[in-house]
């Protein structure tokens, strides 16, 4: 099967804590390297805690911030892209990809 190479890769990732703030950093190296268009959204309701830092890849200054606005923020400053991020729970019921569209707050990492 082949897939144009103009269409984007859309990449939903729920959760930024333990697994996907390890997870988001591999995924943003990955999409960084690809010669298409992606569209990655971060999805998150939960803030950092004292007591995430010590099992979570977040550090002392992202305390009472959004995880999801905390990993794009990083990431999407780190390589250069843009971020979606949905600072809520994501509803279970929804197709993930349906949110690309309804997503306003995006991240654009500051240009030189």
Known sequence: MKFSLERPVKIVM???????????????????????????????GDIV??????RQNFIHADLGWNKAA????RYASAF????????EYYPPWEPPVSRFRATRKWYFPPSE
Do not use: Q, W
Request: aromatic share 8%; glycine share 12%; charged share 20%.
């Open 70 to 73: 905390v990993m794009a923020e």
């Open 80 to 87: 250069g892209m843009e971020i979606a991020y949905l600072p």
């Open 49 to 54: 805690e004292e007591k995430n830092l010590v």
């Open 14 to 44: 729920l959760g930024a804590g333990g697994t996907g703030g390890y997870a988001a950093p591999h995924i943003y190296r990955l999409v960084h390297t690809l010669e298409r268009p992606v569209r990655f959204l971060i999805a998150d």
